[in-house]
């Protein structure tokens, strides 16, 4: 059975970092691309970052660029989001999910596995 889990949310003032994480089980890891998606309170899921199967490519949603970094780490079936200089439209329910493609990026339908999410709240 395929599970999801993350962890490493919070509550931060603007400016600070966190770093999220996902830890997968049941399926094989690194044969599956991942994402990282958001859900703020009466807006629609938004892509934030993804990675190929094999960690060599990486993308980022605009509103992230430049201060999110997405990783993954094979060998212990996790994937991470660091998340600097956070700001108050950060603020949102944070989503990884798996992807038997070895890319994905930002098409959500491709996604066939989600966590049931971290709070995220970014304060001024």
């Known amino acids: 059975q395929v599970h999801l889990v ?6 931060v003032q603007a400016g600070e970092s966190l770093r999220l994480s996902c ?17 703020a309170p009466v807006k629609d899921c938004e ?7 094999t960690g060599d490519t990486t993308a980022y949603a605009d509103s992230v660029k430049g201060r999110f970094n997405i990783s993954s780490d094979n060998a ?17 329910v944070y989503h990884c999910a798996a992807s038997p493609w070895e ?14 999410g971290t709070q995220v709240t970014v304060s001024s």
Do not use: P
């Open 47 to 53: 892509y934030v970052a993804a990675i190929s199967c």
């Open 76 to 92: 212990k079936n996790v994937v991470y989001l660091q998340m600097n200089n956070l700001n108050l439209e950060d603020t949102a």
């Open 23 to 39: 830890a997968a089980s049941g399926y094989t890891f690194s044969s599956y691309s991942m994402g990282w998606f958001r859900q």
């Open 103 to 116: 890319w994905s990026g930002r098409r959500e339908d491709e996604y066939d596995y989600w966590g049931q």
């Open 6 to 11: 993350e962890s490493g949310g919070g509550l």
